[in-house]
């Protein structure tokens, strides 16, 4: 029979263009169109009759000339290729794409149009369930379209039959429409078949992730995470009929990463990797996704941000959250194997989950001037926790921290945040920020009797240490086996880092770099230098009031100082090494001249 041969009523190479650059991520996406379109067919038969629910793909290859996908759903009559026309041929491209795929014919035109992406030609051969004649409809890339009622009597279903454009045949060759297939479809609740030489190839099975069996449940998170999950927590949120499985990482993520969730839409895959399902804190989780109301965007490649998947964002975070507490009350030493394995991340968490932060806070741990410290141990034996806002400041002070106090190093990620969190989770323990120049004022002066010697050691001292920037200090500590501490504030340290860097520089940075110093000192009332502090208790630092040898004395003083530089973890300038040299070798000369011999390493 003949027929007329009409235009579409859309520029159809732009829309092809439109599809394949904006709206698909890529033209792979044609068989997940495809099997959409007859898994909806399908449901709709089955409204109608209950007939229906098979899926079969033959392959393009040389000898059949064609790759066709054949359904035994609901069919078209002529009526709705008319207006599946209508769909595809609307007059305008933003019309196509702000159209809802709720219908079925809504979605087959949308989703017949990907097929362009891969051929240039497409024809589809239906006979509708509700009756009627059987219909083909041709379209081409260029255009035009054309329909026709057949005389024979097609099978109940549709078929599409595409030829492959020369730059896209491999996408419609058994080996990549096998593995299409199973990576969109395998989990359809329709039987998917493919046709090969060999007979015919079934992909479709039950979900893992939906099943009963937790072996199965275990085995697929296992072949997801390329390794045994900590733990495996059902998700559901019944009112938009989504549900799934969160795998717990046995490993840390990397920093910064985001959740990520495997998002399928009626079993059928949406995305690997949707990052809005879960909330942003379920870092430490894998999930595997299923809903049959949320709604996909046009590419069906990512979801609708509305109130729907806000809800069920907000319900499977409260199932996470669930299991953490109850892991916490029934099995608390799989509870710390999990915060250990992700302690960074859950410090991180706290400071935005007041209900995981009451809890899981306990199990956190901080680096003290006692050792590593859970928190929960922590606020049991010190109502009062001082914290030092960096590492080198918490390295200085550690040194001088009484031992019946505690002290936390806040200088790693998230530490000083907790630490400052501590009030609002425990309202018996206070924390109070302490500071390297104000740890130093608190520290005792040695006895009165003591001063005038002190302070002469002060000025001695201070004269030796004069080029290398360094100030003295004495003061007692209770600990005599300290002889000296480094001690410098965050600025001073900084300003030293810029004078090394100087250093190495070209003149335009050493500018740059003399006039940030300059600042730095005009906005401080106090000398912008670091201070050697001598430990009047240490019989070392006493018996340097009475040595009178300048030479020992300025080494003794120089040695105590480089000491104290790699107590404090600082590290050595040029300039500081070669001081330690020197006076290493000046030191041993002098007590080789005191002894009165030469060495004889004969006699040794």
Not at 27 to 39: D, K, S, T, W
Not at 367 to 389: C, N, Q, S, W
């Amino acid at each position: 029979m003949s027929a007329e041969v009409k235009q579409f009523q859309v520029d159809l190479r732009g829309v092809v263009d439109l599809l394949s650059r904006h709206i698909y991520s890529s033209p792979r996406v044609y068989l997940r169109e495809l099997l959409q379109n007859a898994r909806d067919a399908i449901t709709a038969r089955r409204e109608v009759d209950g007939a229906g629910g098979r899926i079969t793909i033959t392959p393009f290859t040389d000898d059949s000339g064609e790759f066709v996908l054949r359904d035994d759903g609901i069919g078209l009559t002529a009526t709705e290729v008319a207006d599946l026309l209508a769909t595809v041929g609307r007059s305008s491209k933003r019309d196509i794409f702000d159209m809802p795929r709720s219908d079925y014919l809504g979605q087959f035109g949308i989703g017949l149009l990907s097929c362009f992406m891969v051929a240039d030609t497409i024809i589809i051969r239906s006979r509708s369930a509700r009756g009627g004649a059987s219909v083909e409809w041709t379209g081409s890339s260029d255009g035009t379209f054309q329909v026709v009622e057949l005389d024979e009597e097609l099978p109940i279903g549709t078929s599409v039959h595409l030829v492959p454009r020369f730059d896209a045949d491999e996408l419609l060759r058994p080996a990549a429409v096998r593995e299409l297939a199973t990576t969109f479809g395998e989990f359809l609740p329709v039987r998917v078949t493919i046709d090969t030489p060999a007979g015919e190839i079934d992909i479709t099975h039950p979900a893992p992730f939906l099943s009963s069996d937790p072996e199965q449940a275990v085995r697929y998170g296992r072949e997801l995470l390329g390794a045994s999950p900590l733990d495996v927590i059902e998700l559901s949120e019944p009112a938009t009929g989504t549900r799934g499985l969160a795998y717990v990482l046995p490993f840390a993520p990397p920093p910064g990463a985001r959740q990520a969730t495997r998002m399928y839409l009626g079993r059928m895959l949406l995305s690997e990797r949707v990052d809005d399902v879960l909330p942003e804190w379920a870092f430490f989780v894998r999930a595997v996704i299923d809903s049959t109301g949320l709604a996909p965007t046009a590419s069906r490649e990512s979801l609708v941000e509305d109130a729907a998947l806000e809800r069920v964002r907000e319900q499977l975070g409260a199932g996470i959250r669930r299991w953490v507490l109850e892991l916490g009350l029934t099995e608390p030493h799989r509870l710390a194997q999990f915060v250990a394995v992700h302690e960074v991340g859950l410090k991180s968490l706290v400071r935005h989950d007041e209900e995981l932060a009451a809890f899981i806070t306990r199990w956190l741990t901080l680096e003290t001037t006692h050792g590593t410290m859970r928190i929960g141990d922590l606020v049991d034996r010190f109502p009062h926790v001082r914290f030092a806002a960096t590492v080198d400041e918490f390295r200085q002070v550690a040194g001088i921290s009484p031992a019946s106090e505690v002290l936390v190093n806040g200088g790693y990620l998230y530490d000083a945040d907790l630490v400052r969190l501590l009030p609002e989770l425990y309202p018996e323990v206070t924390v109070e920020k302490v500071d390297v120049a104000g740890e130093l004022d608190r520290l005792d002066p040695p006895p009165l009797d003591d001063r005038e010697a002190a302070v002469a050691l002060e000025s001695r001292a201070g004269g030796v240490l004069t080029a290398s920037g360094c100030s003295v200090v004495v003061r007692s500590i209770d600990r005599p086996d300290l002889a000296g501490l480094y001690v410098a504030d965050p600025e001073v340290l900084r300003s030293i880092d810029r004078r090394r860097t100087r250093g190495v520089t070209g003149s335009l940075w050493s500018g740059v770099l003399d006039r940030i110093d300059s600042s730095a000192a005009a906005a401080r009332d106090d000398d912008l230098s670091a201070r050697l502090c001598l430990n009047w208790s240490n019989r070392v630092v006493r018996a340097l009031v009475r040595v009178q040898d300048d030479a020992v004395f300025d080494r003794t003083v120089q040695l105590l100082y480089i000491q104290a530089l790699l107590a404090g973890h600082h590290p050595l300038s040029d300039a500081d090494r070669a001081l330690m040299t020197s006076a290493l070798s000046d030191l041993v000369s002098l007590s080789a001249g005191i002894e009165g011999d030469a060495i004889s390493f004969d006699s040794l």
